[in-house]
């Protein structure tokens, strides 16, 4: 019977038995994956701006202990991810701009969250099925822009999984698995407060409801990992309460139990289904396969698979989804770690598949990623040979583009062109198999990432960037002034006016400055100034090339 081509080129290498693709073929689709985006690109807002003004403060005056954001303590996040980030930054500064050192941070954590999970999954369900594992958790569609921003979400993720992966190994090695587990609570918590801590906590004590988790070892286990994981949650919080015990009422209460319950202004709340139309997309394959993998795990079936090595993932799966729904504050970047457990939840979907895979679904998938590649590479070639008028773009509102039009990035080229390539030889080269099912969606994944921070990455740093803005400020401050008052800045603003200014504003919602300032910094949701300062004088307005919904106009204050 004739195999049906498949994306990405695997069978033209040797195999192993199970079907797999070779390690060192893998490890380049991680890559490919992983490290685009990581540099290459100012900061961006909303959750890059703010990041980037914390780890700058800490470069510059050493302190770690109080977050610090243009010239105010920010105390919503503990500062792991931050102290990581100035340490690179500095380390990488010869070669690369710091924001782009700073931004290796979330590689470096994304890196330990593939390895653990595909240790995870080999770990649950045996040699072979680990990478099953690792390619479902890149098919994750909302995972790969979350993943290659300045976060602190990385280092959350990073810490689950090490946690999770501590879990795994308590029946085989407490000692290990136990410290395994402290040091992704750690981690956790140092990265984004008690969440972790709480969720896995919670974990802990629904495993304990079932008699294969109520033995020794695992006692033995929680014992290590509570040992290991004190002083990552003791260090910083004493230190912060000991010297600035407001900071840390308002890192504790406001930003932990406040954002939580809904009490604290940051909550940031939606519609109730919210949740349930984000993931209908945001996991990929991952809630399919994994409920197909409950569905093949119950008491019928239970001797071919058995319940043990579900139980845990399907635990996480649960607690996980309690809190996001039972939290008043609500984005898609909270989704990040329930991404883990449904990929070793689907695992053994794919794992036990062993029949030839039916044709259309290879063909849909060759559908689905060979248009978004000519879509990808059509629209730029008619951008990068001005084939259609720059003005059309902005005017149908599907881009902003350099006012020099966009560069021509040789390299860039080189690495999209042969990836394409290799993707393009690789879909008549695969077997009609579950496995290679999945690496085709997760390698078309990867190979549509790529591009857009390619070929693409000029023209949206371009649209996204706040630096063009900050230094059509700049210019346009009085050398006479002494100290300029803002009004609704926000704080990637205040942040990446610190950075590229530096500027520092002193905000009138902290009340009136002593003495009053000469200047007034605005910022607006449109073009129209609304309420400016009876006795101010226009000096400069702007924005964002590419960004109609957030302005900027500076005064002079008669006073």
């Known amino acids: 019977m004739k195999l049906i081509p498949f994306p990405w080129s695997l069978s033209a290498f040797r195999r192993g038995e199970s079907g797999d693709p070779p390690g060192w073929l893998l490890g380049l689709l991680v ?26 403060h800490i470069m510059e005056s050493g302190d770690w202990v109080v977050p610090t954001l243009g010239g105010e303590p920010f105390m919503e996040k503990p500062p792991i991810y931050y102290i990581t980030a100035a340490q690179l930054a500095h380390f990488f500064s010869p070669w690369l701009p710091l924001h782009d050192g700073a931004r290796l941070t979330s590689g470096f954590y994304m890196a330990i969250v593939l390895l653990c999970v595909a240790l995870t999954g080999r770990e649950l369900y045996g040699k072979g099925n680990g990478r099953i594992s690792l390619l479902l958790l890149l098919g994750a569609i909302g ?14 993720l990073a810490g689950f999984a090490i946690a999770l992966y501590g879990l795994a190994l308590t029946g085989r090695c407490f000692l290990l698995g136990g410290g395994l587990l402290g040091l992704g609570t750690g981690l956790g918590f140092m990265a984004k407060g008690l ?35 004190l002083p990552w949650l003791t260090l910083w919080p004493y230190l912060l309460y000991q010297y600035h015990p407001v900071q840390f009422d308002t890192w504790f209460w406001d930003n932990n139990y406040g954002r ?71 984005r898609t970047l909270y989704i990040l770690p ?16 062993r029949r030839q895979m039916p ?64 993707w393009i030889v690789g879909i008549r080269r695969m077997a009609p198999s579950a496995r290679d099912l999945l690496t085709g969606w997760s390698s078309g994944v990867a190979l549509v990432w790529l591009l857009w921070m390619t070929l693409w990455l000029p023209v949206i740093d371009h649209g996204k960037s706040y630096r063009s803005m900050v ?44 003495p009053p300032c000469d200047l007034l910094l605005i910022q607006s949701e449109s073009a129209t100034i609304h309420n400016p300062p009876a006795d101010g004088v226009l000096l400069w ?6 960004d109609n919904k957030e302005w900027y106009a500076l005064y002079r204050l008669r006073r």
Not at 143 to 156: E, G, N, S
Not at 283 to 294: D, N, Q, V
Not at 471 to 483: D, M, N, V, Y
């Open 143 to 156: 995972l790969v822009p979350h993943a290659h921003q300045m976060i602190t979400d990385t280092a959350l």
């Open 359 to 422: 044709r259309w679904p290879g063909m849909l998938l060759i559908t689905l990623f060979g248009s978004l590649l000519l879509l990808i590479w059509g629209v730029w070639l008619l951008v990068i040979l001005q084939l259609v008028p720059p003005a059309f773009w902005q005017r149908v509102g599907v881009m902003s583009l350099p006012a020099g039009g966009t560069p021509w990035q040789g390299l860039a080229f080189a690495v999209a062109a042969l990836a394409s390539g290799a």
């Open 471 to 514: 230094e059509g400020l700049k210019q346009a401050i009085p050398a006479s002034s002494t100290c300029i008052a803002s009004r609704a800045l926000g704080e990637p603003q205040r942040a990446l006016l610190h950075y590229f200014g530096p500027i520092f504003t002193h905000r009138l919602e902290n009340g009136p400055a002593d």
């Open 31 to 56: 890559l490919a994956w992983l490290l685009p985006g990581l540099v290459g690109h100012d900061p961006w807002k909303p959750d890059e701006g703010y990041s980037m003004g914390l780890i700058y």
């Open 195 to 229: 969440l972790a801590p709480v969720i896995l906590g919670g974990v802990v004590c629904v495993l304990l409801l079932f008699h294969d988790w109520r033995n020794r070892r695992f006692f033995y286990a929680l014992a290590v990992a509570l040992l290991v994981a």
């Open 260 to 330: 939580f319950f809904g009490s604290s202004e940051l909550a940031t709340r939606h519609d109730p289904s919210y949740y349930l139309q984000a993931l209908t997309w945001f996991t990929g394959p991952g809630i399919p396969l994994a409920l197909l993998a409950l569905w093949q795990s119950r008491p019928s079936v239970a001797a071919t698979t058995p319940g043990y090595p579900v139980q845990l993932p399907l635990v996480m799966a649960s607690v996980v989804l309690f809190t996001l729904f039972a939290s008043a504050a609500m």
């Open 541 to 546: 307005r702007g924005g964002r090339p590419g």
């Open 338 to 353: 329930f991404l883990l457990p449904i990929a070793l939840l689907a695992t053994p979907a794919v794992a036990g598949y």
